[in-house]
C-alpha cells in the first residue's frame, strides 16, 4: 500500500535527491522556467511553493532556511524581494508546470514547469488541432515543438 508516502525517491539516495532539488529550485528561481521531466517536475513544484512562502515569511529564521536550500545569495535576495511582492497577494500555488514532450534517447514524458504571473511566461497554447492531442508549443528558449 501506498498510504502515507508523501514525495517520489526520483531513484536517487536521499543526499543526491537533495542536492538535485536544491538545483533545480535554484534554477527555477534564476530562470521563471525550466524544463525537466514529469516526475521531477512534480517534486520540484511542491519543494519551490515552500521556498517562495519563505520569502513571503520575511523573517529572519526564513532567511535563514533559504539560505541553506537554495544555492547563492542573489537568489535568495530575488526570492525575498521580487518573487516576494510579486506574490503577495497569492495564498498558493506558485508554479505551474505543462507537459511538453517526450525526450529524444530514452522517450521520458517532459515538462516545462514555471512561475505563475512571469514576464518571462513560456507556455503557450497551441492551436484547436494539437490541443485535441495535449501538446503544446514551448518558446525557443527551451527548443522545444510540435509535430
Known amino acids: 500500500m501506498r498510504h502515507r508516502h508523501g514525495f517520489a525517491k526520483l531513484g536517487r539516495d536521499t543526499a543526491h535527491r537533495l542536492s538535485m532539488l536544491r538545483n533545480m529550485v535554484s534554477s527555477l528561481i534564476e530562470h521563471e522556467s525550466i524544463e525537466t521531466t514529469v516526475a521531477k ?3 520540484l513544484r511542491r519543494v519551490a511553493d515552500r521556498m517562495i512562502t519563505l520569502g ?10 533559504a539560505n541553506g536550500f537554495v544555492r547563492g545569495k542573489p537568489l535568495v535576495d530575488k526570492l525575498f524581494t521580487e518573487l516576494a511582492a510579486r506574490y503577495r497577494d497569492r495564498p498558493g500555488g506558485y508554479t505551474r508546470m505543462m507537459r511538453s514532450r517526450y525526450r529524444r534517447g530514452d522517450c521520458a514524458p517532459m515538462a516545462v514547469i514555471e512561475l ?21 508549443t514551448i518558446g525557443k528558449q527551451l527548443g522545444g515543438s510540435t509535430p
Open 116 to 136: 505563475v504571473d512571469s514576464p518571462k511566461g513560456v507556455i503557450q497554447r497551441v492551436p484547436y488541432t494539437y490541443a485535441k492531442q495535449g501538446l503544446l
Open 41 to 43: 517536475a512534480k517534486a
Open 56 to 65: 513571503k515569511r520575511g523573517d529572519g529564521p526564513s532567511r535563514i532556511r
